[in-house]
């Protein structure tokens, strides 16, 4: 039932604790820039020492899978969930879990903390781009993505029991349950203030289809529901999730989620470990104190305050999927998937998801006289912009670290690069990130100004204002009162654009977080391919109307759900 951190699981501890699980928390890598090799050495040398153990169960290796291997160096990296909402494409989803499946599986780990399936109702939460969208059909029909993960069940496959087809699928985990993406003003970690059926309609609906394709696990959100916090509640997590909804794997906590159901922070861990365990949190990311979480836990047993019935339904779920995922058959990494990581098959198929996901929100200052497609053979073209050639950036959160870094985070394309593999061989490509007056008083076709938001992860992203960072709509304008521009904005949720901004500006693109392949940019505004994204999210006009809802009569945002021109029919018709 525990699962803990690798940098403390040491040959000690898996010999004498009877360790279930080991994870990676966002960017703990074996080292800088590892390899996938490298991390089956690590993943085979913990699972060596597992089997050698006085029971000889394999462990369970878990990472942040959450946008291709995304902690792995030269992994391929797809756009983020909200990117792959704009998309609505089911079977694309299907298609990049097989992918991210086959990388993941390569680097020797057996368990991707994927997919977030919350349906986020409030851009201001700094974990917005891991939704789907705040339309629950969407994130419903974007659960496909499980079945690229762990394979596709057989018609007779036992209702609410765990699948994973072979060796070159993954256990996935649906979460985080549920209501996370409902929180007031969007707070992460907050509170969802709902009744029962909006809960039910709106944040666990999509969990319905997880379990029908034979989600493994699910994991528990930090979140309250009126008040009551997920990974204390039995309600919530037994007779809805187990009991009303019959999942038979494993429900697995958030990191050190338990400590937070007291304050200050585990401070009466006893009582923090007989609440989660007997609400139903079946295996526990510790991930630090094994230690004391093992004696606690032991001795609540002892004491009867944790029946061994709740123990023995805890331990029989996690073998369950430990058996379905072929762990006791094969417990150690196949090399011969080595080959297929980063390969140009799977970037590739990111360079498609790309593509699909772009939504262009503006065409020409006059609808008559459309600015896209650009033209490739034109004499000079000015590229400008924090996020132009930023790869980090283009990445977003949970890329190399937890939070993303700045720079050439991995193995990818740049926009800039982008651009310039695709112009003509007489067309110059100017790269100025803040063009100064000298600068753009020379003659340019057009500009290409791409701005948007720095990488961040969960509470580190919460935002109220959702303005564009390092001074972006002031760039923007200042390139667009001289040259023809088309900004493109880099970010993981509508952000507030100025009306001075779509004013000036000749086209608008939202690329999402793109991920490594920015060629999928350029396939789609110079116009090797239509645009086909819509927008996942309502795009505000002001945060005064936040939380925005399509279905009230007070419905007056800059550009609804489901909007997205396309070059050929103009405005498409919205849901």
């Excluded at 983020?80 to 079977?91: E, K, M, Q, S």
């Excluded at 098959?345 to 790309?354: D, G, M, P, S, T």
């Excluded at 073209?381 to 670290?401: F, K, S």
């Excluded at 490509?429 to 340019?444: E, G, K, M, R």
Aim: proline residues 6%; contains cysteine.
């Amino acid at each position: 039932m525990t699962q803990i951190e690798r940098t403390v699981a040491t040959p000690a501890a898996l010999r004498n604790f009877s360790i279930g699980s080991i994870l990676s928390a966002g960017g703990s890598a074996p080292f800088e820039k590892a390899l996938s090799a490298d991390w089956a050495d690590m993943v085979d040398g913990f699972q060596q020492a597992a089997v050698q153990s006085r029971l000889g169960i394999p462990l369970i290796y878990g990472v942040d899978a959450v946008h291709g291997n995304n902690n792995v160096y030269g992994a391929t990296i797809f756009p983020h969930n909200v990117g792959l909402g704009a998309t609505r494409d089911a079977d694309l989803a299907q298609r990049i879990g097989v992918a991210t499946a086959l990388e993941v599986r390569a680097s020797g780990v057996h368990y991707a903390f994927a997919p977030c399936v919350a349906v986020c109702k409030d851009p201001r939460w700094g974990r917005c781009y891991e939704s789907y969208s705040e339309d629950t059909n969407i994130v419903r029909k974007m659960t496909a993505i499980i079945t690229g993960l762990q394979g596709k069940p057989p018609v007779d496959h036992p209702k609410g029991y765990p699948f994973i087809a072979g060796r070159n699928n993954v256990i996935a985990c649906a979460k985080h349950f549920v209501g996370d993406g409902g929180t007031e003003k969007g707070i992460n970690e907050g509170n969802t203030v709902s009744s029962y059926d909006d809960l039910e309609s709106i944040h666990i609906a999509p969990y319905l289809d997880c379990i029908s394709q034979g989600v493994s696990t699910v994991m528990a959100s930090y979140s309250s529901w009126n008040g009551s916090k997920l990974h204390g509640d039995r309600f919530l997590l037994t007779e809805i999730l187990k009991d009303k909804l019959g999942f038979k794997g494993f429900v697995i906590s958030d990191w050190e989620a338990l400590d937070r159901l007291t304050e200050p922070r585990g401070s009466n861990y006893r009582y923090c470990i007989s609440t989660a365990v007997n609400a139903g949190i079946d295996m526990v990311m510790v991930p630090h104190r094994h230690k004391q979480f093992m004696e606690d836990l032991t001795f609540l047993v002892e004491s009867g305050e944790v029946p061994v019935s709740r123990i023995d339904d805890a331990v029989e779920r996690i073998l369950r999927v430990k058996f379905v995922s072929g762990l006791f058959e094969y417990p150690f990494s196949d090399r011969s998937l080595l080959d297929i990581v980063g390969c140009k098959l799977h970037r590739e198929l990111a360079r498609e998801a790309v593509r699909k996901s772009l939504v262009l929100l503006k065409n020409g200052k006059n609808p008559e006289n459309p600015f896209l497609p650009l033209d490739r053979t034109a004499k000079r073209i000015l590229v400008a912009g924090t996020h132009a050639d930023n790869l980090g950036y283009q990445c977003g959160g949970w890329t190399g670290t937890w939070f993303g870094v700045s720079g050439r985070v991995t193995i990818g394309t740049t926009i800039l690069d982008a651009i310039r593999e695709s112009v003509g061989g007489r067309t110059e490509v100017i790269y100025d990130q803040c063009p100064s007056a000298n600068s753009l008083a020379a003659q340019y076709s057009f500009a290409i100004v791409v701005v948007g938001e720095p990488p961040y992860a969960e509470t580190l992203g919460d935002s109220e204002g959702l303005v564009i960072p390092f001074n972006g709509n002031d760039i923007i304008i200042s390139v667009a009162e001289k040259i023809p521009t088309l900004a493109i904005l880099i970010s993981g949720r509508p952000l507030i654009l100025e009306p001075r901004v779509l004013e000036k500006v000749d086209a608008l693109v939202a690329a999402w977080l793109p991920g490594t392949e920015g060629r999928g940019v350029t396939d789609v505004v110079f116009g090797d391919f239509e645009f086909e994204g819509r927008l996942p999210m309502t795009w505000f006009r002001s945060t005064d109307q936040l939380p925005v809802n399509p279905r009230h009569n007070s419905y007056d945002p800059l550009f609804p759900l489901g909007f997205g021109l396309t070059y050929n029919k103009g405005k498409k018709p919205q849901e």
